[in-house]
């Protein structure tokens, strides 16, 4: 079993910036993928970034288009946390976000199942 604690979220005005936290326990491994994912109030929810271990730089990422160049995903395995950092927010990305954890990580990263889900935490930008 894996346990995910998601913190950091708040409101922020429209252009600012928040930093989210998310820390794994219990059966997760640092080759294991990690990925951040948000669901807005009447909508589904939706990736927002990827992070895979990678035996040639260390790590690659991967990002929806709607955040690629605001947001950067990144880990402290020694802390067994992952990050996301958003910066540029927008009213659009309002919403619940949702840390995963993966077993493994083979797969497309922006389609693969993941296993285990935090319990999420607000994120509001205001205009």
Excluded at 16 to 39: E, I, P, V, Y
Excluded at 65 to 71: I, L
């Amino acid at each position: 079993q894996v346990q995910l604690v998601e913190s950091g979220g708040g409101l922020v005005q429209a252009g600012g910036s928040l930093r989210l936290s998310c820390a794994a326990s219990g059966r997760t491994f640092s080759s294991d993928d990690k990925g951040w994912f948000r669901q807005a109030p009447g909508k589904g929810r939706e990736f927002v970034a990827a992070i895979r271990w990678s035996r040639w730089s260390a790590f690659n990422t991967y990002y929806a288009d709607s955040v690629k160049g605001r947001f950067t995903i990144s880990r402290d395995n020694a802390k067994n946390t992952v990050y996301l950092q958003m910066n540029g927010l927008k009213p659009e990305d309002t919403a619940v976000y949702y840390c995963a954890a993966g077993s493994g990580n083979s797969g497309d990263p922006y389609t693969r199942a993941y296993d285990y889900w935090g319990q999420g935490t607000q994120v509001t930008v205001s205009s």
